[in-house]
């Protein structure tokens, strides 16, 4: 066939599609308007928006009356009926507490005086994410993330300091369940380049092993193996700066941050030694005192969902028709559980802008175990 | 106003609904007849299901037309669209390489002389996971998850089993990159309970410090506390336990599983101190050959997609379609992007369904940076 005869098909079959939306799309805005009717009702009569006995009918009949189409059918109108259910809860104006917090937290971040606490040793990356997020903060430092939340809660520092992506301490939801557990709040982000070097002591040149956090080893692999060192595992690269420092053991040279080097008192033999590939830890400020600032430009919410496929999708268009991004999703099993999962997400936006509180608030009212984490700016 | 007022007054909007869902849901299948007919002549003119510009122009004219609903409509129609590609894929019957994979691979896995690679040392939780899959594997043990693919793809070992999550020894990204490095599949999976227990040399009851890696430390918080015992960091739990045996340090117990206990002669003074709420560790099988077995339960795959919010929603919806339910879903920025992130995604399927072939195949042929990671059971 010609190019011209497709050509002219092609464009038959979307005149044909364009004459079906010219009826299709006023139905859907009436269907709109009929869900809105019904939030009234609803809200009058103070009988919750979802209805899942009336929302499975309207699947069921869908999905028969399409025949081979009633998968894509049923998904069509799962969408639909997310769509009217956020238009109902948008009209609701519900997540009372949250709105509450929306207008009383402070809007901005304490900058002098500032008293913060990492996880780590000296010299550790969580040490540079304090440095690269406050001017001039008072550390201190605490080897577990607990402790770290207990001396916040404590009242001994203002912010705690943690990592929450490709860390060795440990996996996000870690750093969550403690924020959850604590009722803390994120109110802050810094992204920090993980740089390794190869720190000595003074007058060890020949170095034959390495001494380093297993994550250190792994990320400087091709070093390694292009120099034939031979590798000891520690707890902490920071930490493993300060065990060469001490027992200064022979042909021995620590993996450690530039910082820790320094710290320990360590000689720098080879900068930048990390495979090429390698991106940056992710840390969290954590607060007990809630701080929603002005200029914040990313939200964390936790909550769960029954089944992951069909409710995260209808979740995620809400995000969509808002025109909000994410930037981060992570599910995970609730332990004991069959089948439910909690999720982690972040996304761009900020709290004070009312269709997003007003987005936030029907989400904290609909979904399961729904936590607002924090809305901040990430740094 | 009566209740049966209020009751009146929603059946009358609802039966409002269902007349206009009489005329909506023919459209929709007409639509879909169209979605197809286009298929047909793509396929003839060999020109791709894709078509950004005209989809956006369609969702410009949507977004305009619905005013006040723009959002909403605009989310409706990227759906529409994306069930109507998902359609025009599965009519292509494409993704070439997987179908002749999904025909040629392995169907069961080997059962005897199985030879495997674990990372960590003998009595880690790997120990533990590889016993488990395996009836009597011959074992050996490696420091890096570097290390235990350089022992699979030399063919000193069949299958590498490696930690995934929950782990101590890093993020699952990790593993996924090196799988999709070294081209390998996962051809397993197994959920281990960590059971961490107090373990110490014979005649040293009088336990004042334990010693762990920090993770081990952390998921003994509770009990630590309890008994005010001071804590010392180690690189893993089972080498803690070897530490213990071999330096006998006063006082001192290590946290770890008892197989480490039992492995190095240490007496286990206490079981099961680890704190109520904590889960499984999940170690995967990878392995350089594929195996794609009958009685596959999971299918693991790895894609990126431009922008979350959207083009997630429309995927999900896709295995929502089929009936497929996601079991995990985890993202990541891809370094030196811009808002753009890979996608591991776990769900419950077997790729011998057509069905479930025609999906992944279609997601093969759609999305940037797709990869298949393995089709396996989950023990």
Redesign the interface.
């Known amino acids: ?1 010609e ?1 011209q005869e ?1 050509e002219r ?2 464009s038959a ?2 005149e ?2 364009d004459r ?2 010219k ?3 006023p ?6 308007n ?2 809105e ?2 939030a009234e ?2 809200q ?2 103070g ?1 919750p928006v979802l209805n899942a006995k ?1 929302e499975q009918e ?1 699947l069921d009949r ?1 999905r028969e ?2 025949g081979g ?1 009633g ?6 109108y ?3 009926m997310a ?1 009217s259910r ?2 109902q809860h948008q009209m609701l104006v519900g997540g009372g507490e949250l709105r509450r917090l929306e207008q009383t937290a402070d809007r901005s971040m304490k900058q002098s005086d500032v008293r913060a606490v990492c996880q780590g040793v000296p010299g550790a990356y969580s040490h540079r994410a304090a440095l690269r997020f406050f001017e001039a903060p008072e550390l201190v430092f605490r ?4 402790e770290v939340f207990e001396t916040v809660k404590s009242g001994e520092a203002d912010f705690g300091v943690l990592p929450v ?7 996000v ?2 750093v969550y ?1 403690l924020i959850l557990r604590y009722r803390f709040y994120i109110v802050g982000a810094v992204g920090i380049k993980v740089e390794h070097c190869l720190a000595a002591c003074r007058g060890n040149a020949d170095i034959k092993t390495v001494i380093s ?3 250190g ?2 990320q400087c ?1 091709d070093y390694i193996e292009q120099h034939g060192l031979s ?1 000891v ?4 690269t920071a ?1 493993a700066a300060k065990f060469v420092a001490q027992e200064r053991p022979d042909g021995t040279a620590a993996i450690c941050s530039e910082e820790a080097a320094e710290e320990y008192g360590l000689i720098v033999l080879k900068k930048g030694i990390q495979n090429a ?3 940056k830890t992710r840390f969290v400020i954590i607060s007990q005192k809630p701080v929603l600032p002005e200029n914040a430009d990313k939200i964390s919410l936790c909550f769960s969902l029954p ?4 409710s ?3 979740v ?2 809400r ?13 995970r ?1 609730i ?1 004991g559980s069959n ?1 439910e999962y909690d999720f982690y997400l972040d ?1 761009s936006g900020n709290i004070h802008t009312p269709d997003t509180l007003d987005l936030i608030c029907a989400l904290h009212d609909e979904l399961p175990r729904f936590s607002f984490l924090g809305n901040y700016r990430e740094a």
Not at 71 to 76: E, M, Q, R, T, V
Not at 143 to 146: D, G, I, N, Q, R
Not at 233 to 236: K, Q, V
């Open positions: 066939m190019k497709f098909q092609l079959v979307r044909e599609i079906i939306d009826q299709l799309l139905l859907f805005l009436e269907r709109m009929c869900s009717k019904v009702i609803k009058q009569a009988i009336r309207i869908v009356e399409a189409y998968g894509s059918a049923a998904a069509l799962s969408a639909i769509v956020a238009r080897s577990t993330w607990k992506e490709n860390s060795a301490a440990g996996s939801s870690a369940d956090h297993p994550q080893l792994s692999s590798t595992e520690y707890s902490n930490a590939a390698n991106n089944h992951i496929t069909g995260l999708y209808n995620l268009e995000f969509a028709i808002h025109g909000l991004n994410l930037t981060k999703i992570e599910s099993p332990p089948f996304f």
